[in-house]
């Protein structure tokens, strides 16, 4: 494009809330034929909710989820065993939301918020440590605290058995469930406690926007750190197909699941090529990554595009190559226009 043309799409994009870093993106943009979008705080407002507490009974492992199993929030069922130690609500709530209250992550937000809510005092946490992809640890009253997934409490040798028809049950709601556990002081005997909710909402305009870029034949796909079963309820929503979402990928995993989509290695690419000379004679796709996160710097680094979406962090906005002013992801389509200048004529 000449030097006049860069400018005007530069400045329309300006308008637009699309911010291009310079003129080699705002030509790349328009060659893009499949859109990564990160699920948290890209296709969904990242504004999570507490919805569920529910404690388990620590010493059975089998048969113990069942009092769960009809009710979320609701009081512990009496109908099993009593334990010694009946943990409830209050206890598991009180756990989590005192070790996350060192977090800045939004799952780790809704937690604290809801405990609040709930009129639960906190402590707060020392020796917290986050584990990126995995959720937290934190010493809590003396004693350790973990709140994350399966993979944070295999790490620590606790099995997360006893919880997984909870777990599953949440996360076939869309919402990500969270495990709690805590360790006692000067032993090595972690305890499974509860799991906790949290729920987002979808963007409003995240199926529009999907929609678009598949009216423009562009491949929509999806990859998160989240589990599958969340992150296809969450597909599901907007219309990605459920065979291009890429659930549990671990911060460090995301620019290499990008590349892996780049060279058109992932088995729909491999479909789709057969019938599209373009990938079969550049050997694979050109991807705009759309996140928002810190986790996703490499990724956004990574891809043909890199793109930031909205209350983006410092560090996704510097790793980008386009930076969407809103949190809105129809401005995804916004910038491949500007680019290939049909929004021009309508501006
Ligand atoms: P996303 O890719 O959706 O932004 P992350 O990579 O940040 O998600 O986290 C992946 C998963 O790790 C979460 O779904 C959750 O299970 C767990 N996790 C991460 N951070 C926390 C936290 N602060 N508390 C509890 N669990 C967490
Ligand atoms: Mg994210």
Redesign the pocket.
């Known amino acids: 494009a000449t030097p006049a043309a860069t400018m005007v799409g530069t400045s329309i994009g300006a308008k637009n809330g699309v911010l291009f870093k310079g003129g080699d993106v705002l030509e790349r943009a328009k060659d893009v034929d499949t859109v990564v979008f990160?699920?948290?705080?890209t296709l969904t407002e990242g504004e999570m909710e507490l919805t569920d507490v529910v404690p388990l009974d620590g010493r059975s492992t089998d048969g113990g989820t069942e009092t769960a199993a009809d009710g979320g929030t609701q009081a512990i069922g009496g109908d099993t065993e009593p334990a010694t130690d009946e943990i409830d609500e209050e206890t598991v709530l009180r756990a989590a939301a005192s070790a996350?209250s060192g977090?800045e992550?939004p799952?780790?937000q809704a937690i604290v918020d809801g405990a609040e809510e709930r009129g639960i005092d906190l402590v707060d946490p020392e020796g917290f440590e986050?584990v990126?992809?995995?959720?937290?640890r934190a010493t809590v009253d003396g004693e350790e605290v973990l709140?994350?997934?399966r993979t944070l409490l295999r790490e620590a040798d606790i099995d997360p058995a006893p919880a997984v028809e909870t777990l599953e049950r949440l996360e076939s709601e869309g919402k990500?469930a969270?495990l709690v556990a805590r360790v006692p002081a000067g032993t090595s005997d972690g305890r499974l406690l509860g799991v906790v909710a949290d729920a987002d909402t979808v963007k409003e305009s995240a199926k529009e926007a999907v929609a678009a870029l598949q009216d423009r034949d562009v491949t929509t796909r999806m990859i998160?750190?989240?589990?599958e079963r969340t992150a296809e309820a969450v597909a599901e929503a907007v219309g990605i197909d459920p065979d291009n979402v890429r659930a549990g990928v671990l911060?460090e995993d995301k620019s290499d699941a990008i590349d892996d989509i780049q060279q058109g290695v992932l088995s729909s690419d491999a479909r789709q090529g057969s019938g599209d000379e373009r990938s079969e004679s550049a050997g694979g796709r050109r991807a705009m990554m759309v996140g928002d996160?810190v986790?996703d710097a490499p990724a956004l680094a990574t891809a043909y595009v890199g793109t930031a979406i909205g209350s983006g962090t410092d560090v996704a906005i510097e790793a980008a190559d386009v930076t969407l002013m809103r949190d809105d992801p129809l401005d995804v389509v916004k910038a491949i226009r500007i680019s290939d200048g049909t929004l021009r004529k309508i501006k």
């Open positions: 990160d699920k948290t705080g996350e977090s992550h799952l780790a986050n990126p992809g995995q959720g937290v709140v994350g997934n990500t969270m998160t750190g989240d589990n911060p996160g986790n």
